[in-house]
């Protein structure tokens, strides 16, 4: 079975940064591309209404929300399976639940799969 397990979120002032992490555990045979959402408190459950962050594919090319572009950088290392973002001069308005997402590969098939993690909070508030 596979898992995305998060660490990292927390409280911070504005202006200071945080270090968020996701791996992906379980019987996987590869990962394709890696990414960080988030959901404001208060909106809908639905994941759909999720905002992408920032993605990173296995050759490290990287996209970002125009709204972190610069302060946020996404890295990943392949040989653990693990996803970081890396926030810095976080603001307010940055304050929600991060979740990891990844498109994978598992088992013996290999068989592909879209998984999330259960989401860190991450408040910014003075």
């Known amino acids: 079975q596979v898992q995305l397990v998060e660490s990292g979120g927390g409280l911070v002032q504005p202006g200071g940064s945080l270090r968020l992490s996701c791996a992906a555990t379980g019987n996987i045979f590869s990962v394709d591309s890696l990414g960080w959402y988030r959901q404001a408190q208060g909106s809908s459950a639905d994941w759909s209404q999720r905002?992408?962050?920032?993605?990173?594919?296995?050759?490290?090319?990287?996209t970002y929300t125009d709204s972190v572009r610069g302060r946020f950088t996404i890295s990943r290392d392949n040989t653990r399976n693990t996803v970081y973002l890396q926030m810095n001069s976080l603001k307010p308005e940055d304050t929600a639940v991060y979740y990891c997402h990844a498109i994978l590969n598992y088992g013996l098939g290999p068989t592909p799969g879209d998984y999330w993690g259960r989401g860190t909070q991450v408040t910014v508030s003075s």
């Open positions: 905002e992408l962050v920032a993605t990173i594919t296995p050759s490290g090319k990287t």
